[in-house]
């Protein structure tokens, strides 16, 4: 078994997948455009149906021209803690694929899962880098297609912060108690062989 993080897994497993997790408190650092693109890099190698590669990431990065704006696109009860994050990052899949043998695209039905993949991906790089993402779905989905001028064809997936893990007390109190890393069900719960 493997232990990281206030966290034991009921299988042997690699110490990161312990230690990611999603907090709130974050310190509020600048997060450099190479350090982010790092934690995309990592998501692009993600599997994808037929290759498609549907994942897409628009982002603002804490005090540039875009921030306020993305900040904005989160619910009220997300901008409370996201505000304090280094990099703000909206999720973006393409519902269509090129296949082969096919002179025009097709629906792809498995672009969300493709983007939750990569996703995935990012969320454990910026984990071995010492940073943290917290991904949410309190967000304005309808004036994040209309502001972030999200061409047709494409769904808004989540959002994510990104920053550095500070102490639980930059939280409103409310948050405070909550500010630790979650347990998961077993696999015995979620796992069946032979079916459901």
Same mark, same amino acid.
């Given at each position: 078994?493997?232990?990281?993080?206030?966290?034991?897994?009921?299988?042997?497993?690699?110490?990161?997948?312990?230690?990611? !997790?999603? /907090?709130?408190?974050?310190?509020?650092?600048?997060?450099?455009?190479?350090?982010?693109?790092?934690?995309?890099? +990592?998501?692009?190698?993600?599997?994808?149906?037929?290759?498609?590669?549907? !994942?897409?990431?628009?982002?603002?990065?804490?005090?540039?021209?875009? !921030?306020?704006?993305?900040?904005?696109?989160?619910?009220?009860?997300?901008?409370? !803690?996201?505000?304090?994050?280094?990099?703000?990052?909206?999720?973006?899949?393409?519902?269509?694929?090129?296949?082969?043998?096919?002179?025009?695209?097709?629906?792809?039905?498995?672009?969300?899962?493709?983007?939750?993949?990569?996703?995935?991906?990012?969320?454990?790089?910026?984990?071995?880098?010492?940073?943290?993402?917290?991904?949410?779905?309190?967000?304005?989905?309808?004036?994040?297609?209309?502001?972030?001028?999200? /061409? +047709?064809?494409?769904?808004?997936?989540?959002?994510?912060?990104?920053?550095?893990?500070?102490?639980?007390?930059?939280? /409103?109190?409310?948050?405070?108690?909550?500010?630790?890393?979650?347990?998961?069900? /077993?696999?015995?719960?979620?796992?069946?062989?032979?079916?459901?």
């Amino acid at each position: 078994m493997t232990t990281a993080n206030s966290r034991t897994a009921d299988h042997p497993i690699e110490p990161v997948f312990l230690e990611r !997790w999603s /907090p709130r408190a974050f310190t509020g650092e600048a997060i450099s455009e190479h350090t982010l693109r790092t934690m995309i890099e +990592a998501a692009r190698w993600a599997p994808s149906s037929y290759n498609s590669q549907p !994942w897409r990431f628009l982002y603002a990065r804490r005090d540039n021209a875009h !921030w306020d704006k993305f900040l904005g696109l989160l619910n009220e009860f997300n901008q409370s !803690w996201a505000k304090t994050a280094s990099a703000i990052v909206f999720v973006v899949s393409a519902e269509t694929m090129s296949v082969p043998g096919k002179d025009t695209p097709v629906p792809s039905y498995s672009h969300s899962f493709d983007a939750g993949a990569a996703w995935g991906y990012l969320a454990l790089q910026a984990a071995f880098m010492g940073w943290q993402a917290h991904g949410m779905v309190g967000i304005a989905f309808d004036r994040v297609y209309t502001e972030l001028k999200i /061409p +047709a064809g494409y769904r808004v997936e989540a959002a994510l912060a990104i920053g550095r893990q500070g102490p639980k007390d930059l939280l /409103p109190e409310a948050l405070q108690a909550r500010e630790a890393p979650s347990p998961r069900k /077993p696999v015995t719960d979620i796992a069946y062989e032979g079916g459901f």
